[in-house]
């Protein structure tokens, strides 16, 4: 190690980056996870006292843009994929019904705000043809108790 320090710094000094590493490797003996979790933690409230929503915003849209350059379709379809399953066995059927009612529910009112403001421009022909909130909700539930019912029975 001597070595490396001399050949590093012309002094024979340490680097501060060899310093770094050893006091790194240091703290590791000593310390056990809970130890980082503790500091992970404070560290993080004391980001969250020191900056405001915008800055979390910030470094959200910076990593997902970094994230979208780094992987295709693909990626976010098979995380997705993952995500869909992983929620579908945490959750049973009444989840899917509930969020499908919210959805709907959510979706009418704010049809029917832009429905109220564009009155005149609605189109009845078109209205008939389309698919109720809570038709379209109850499918989706449906939907989702069908595909775990295939993957139980797969396994």
């Given at each position: 190690?001597?070595?490396?320090?001399?050949?590093?710094?012309?002094?024979?000094?340490?680097?501060?980056?060899?310093?770094?590493?050893?006091?790194?490797?240091?703290?590791?003996?000593?310390?056990?996870?809970?130890?980082?979790?503790?500091?992970?933690?404070?560290?993080?409230?004391?980001?969250?006292?020191?900056?405001?929503r915008?800055?979390?915003?910030?470094?959200?849209?910076?990593?997902?843009?970094?994230?979208?350059?780094?992987?295709?379709?693909?990626?976010?379809?098979?995380?997705?994929?993952?995500?869909?399953?992983?929620?579908?066995?945490?959750?049973?059927?009444?989840?899917?019904?509930?969020?499908?009612?919210?959805?709907?529910?959510?979706?009418?009112?704010?049809?029917?705000?832009?429905?109220?403001?564009?009155?005149?421009?609605r189109?009845?022909?078109?209205?008939?043809?389309?698919?109720?909130?809570?038709?379209?909700?109850?499918?989706?539930?449906?939907?989702?108790?069908?595909?775990?019912?295939?993957?139980?029975?797969?396994?």
């Amino acid at each position: 190690m001597a070595n490396k320090r001399n050949n590093n710094d012309k002094n024979g000094k340490m680097t501060v980056q060899e310093a770094g590493r050893l006091g790194g490797e240091a703290t590791s003996k000593n310390h056990d996870r809970e130890f980082y979790e503790e500091i992970g933690r404070k560290g993080g409230e004391a980001t969250a006292e020191n900056h405001g929503r915008e800055f979390y915003e910030e470094i959200g849209r910076k990593g997902g843009e970094a994230t979208a350059e780094s992987h295709g379709k693909e990626f976010y379809q098979e995380i997705g994929r993952k995500g869909g399953e992983a929620t579908a066995e945490n959750h049973g059927e009444e989840f899917y019904e509930e969020i499908g009612r919210k959805g709907g529910e959510a979706t009418q009112n704010n049809n029917n705000t832009n429905s109220d403001n564009n009155s005149n421009n609605r189109n009845n022909k078109d209205d008939d043809s389309k698919m109720s909130r809570e038709e379209a909700g109850r499918k989706g539930g449906e939907a989702s108790k069908n595909s775990r019912s295939r993957k139980k029975n797969d396994k």
